[in-house]
Structure formats: C-alpha cells, structure tokens
C-alpha cells in the first residue's frame, strides 16, 4: 500500500525567509503533484513532476522530484503572506489504465509578518 | 474547478437519511473521482469511474455507492451505513491519457 508522508505538517513562517516541505512516498512511482487549498475551498494545482530529477518553478514555489529516494521538495523563497494555504503532494498510482492519486496529509503554512 | 459544478455547497442530513452529493462536468474529461477530506488531512479516495457504466471502489468505500450513467455525471449517495459522514467531499475529473486532476468547488456535508 503506497503511503505518502509530508512534514512538517504546520510551519509558521516570516516573511522574507526560505522554507522546505517534504514529500517522502513508500513504493515506486515516476509521477508526482503539488496542490494548493486554502481554507474552505479546493484544490489547485500548482506543479506536476513527469521525471526523476524534474524541477518546476513558478514565482517564489519551486518544486523538485527525486524518484530513487522517493522524495519530492517544496522550496519557498523569501515568503510572502499570500503564500498561506495548505499544500498537498500526490503521487500517481496506475492500475490498469486507471490513475489514482494518492495524498499526503499536507503542510500547514503560515507566513507572519 | 471551472467547468466542474458540485451542489449544494452545504448539505445538512439527519442520522439515518441517505443523501446524494452531485457532480456534473463539461470538460468532456472520461474519467471522474469522488474523495473525501476529513479536518486536518488528506484527501482519501472512495470510488472512481474511468467510463460510462463503470466503476471501481477507491480506498474507503464502504457506506459509499455511486452511479456513471452519462459521461458527464457522477452523484455519489451517502447512505445510512457510512457511521461518520460529515466531511467535504471534493469530485475530481481527469482525460485519459493524462494524470492531471481538475477539482470540483465541494460539498460540505454535516450530519446532524
């Protein structure tokens, strides 16, 4: 049964600063994503990583997959308070031709001033 | 979302009752997702549709039955044996071909 675990689950963040969320997952898999929920409402995707060694950024958000540790990185740069949401990773499971999504319990972010 | 409509937004139910949760898309998308996100945590998958007439039970289907007669349909009905169904429940559409999910806006269930 594939698991994915996030940590930290809750990080307060100051503004101007750089953090890390890590997304470790426990059986094989190539395909991973980012999604963004903020309170109440539902998810948006923020990055999809295709290959071992992918990296994807957009603004302050930079995203990184290592297939052979299992491990995908969320790197925040200089936090701003409009990045205050919870971020999910999901890895891609197939089966068949069905592809399933599996989550992680998601990270908590807050950024203070 | 975009294209994915859940209603309602808010769904009160009195312990016992079933209730049925809708999700229309018109992203011509074939396959569609039902998950549910309990406060604090992930999303979990109860069932899920690759095309019209089929379907397959997700991780926590129990309590749980849903129906995919046209494509662009998916309700899920809570039924009385589901012991704790308050939860947001978030419906997901995805082409074929691709891993890509779109997220419907969500329903808010609360048992009374």
């Known amino acids: 049964e594939l698991k994915v675990e996030q940590n930290p689950l809750f990080l307060s963040m100051q503004e101007g600063k750089n953090y890390t969320i890590y997304c470790n997952y426990s059986?094989?898999?190539?395909?991973l994503y980012w999604y963004r929920q903020d309170p109440g409402k539902s998810l948006e995707s923020l990055f999809v990583l295709l290959s071992n060694g992918a990296v994807k950024q957009e603004g302050r958000l930079m995203a990184s997959l290592d297939t052979k540790a299992r491990l995908s990185t969320l790197h925040i740069t200089a936090a701003v308070h409009d990045l205050s949401a919870t971020y999910f990773c999901a890895v891609v499971q197939l089966a068949g031709t069905a592809s399933k999504l599996t989550f992680g319990t998601g990270t908590r972010l807050q950024v203070t001033l | 979302d975009g294209g994915i409509t859940q209603s309602p937004k808010y769904l009160f139910r009195k312990e016992g009752q079933n209730v049925t949760l809708s999700c229309e898309q018109n992203l011509n998308h074939d396959a569609m997702y039902w998950y549910r996100q309990d406060p604090g945590q992930g999303l979990r998958l109860i069932y899920y549709s690759q095309i019209v007439n089929d379907f397959q039970k997700g991780d926590i289907a129990e309590g749980y039955s849903v129906s995919r007669e046209k494509k662009e349909s998916f309700p899920l009905t809570v039924t009385s044996a589901q012991k704790n169904p308050t939860a947001f429940y978030l419906c997901?559409?995805?082409?074929?071909?691709?891993?890509?999910?779109?997220f419907g806006p969500g329903t808010r269930l609360t048992v009374l």
């Open positions: 997901a559409t995805r082409q074929v071909g691709t891993d890509t999910q779109y």
């Open positions: 059986t094989t898999s190539d395909r």
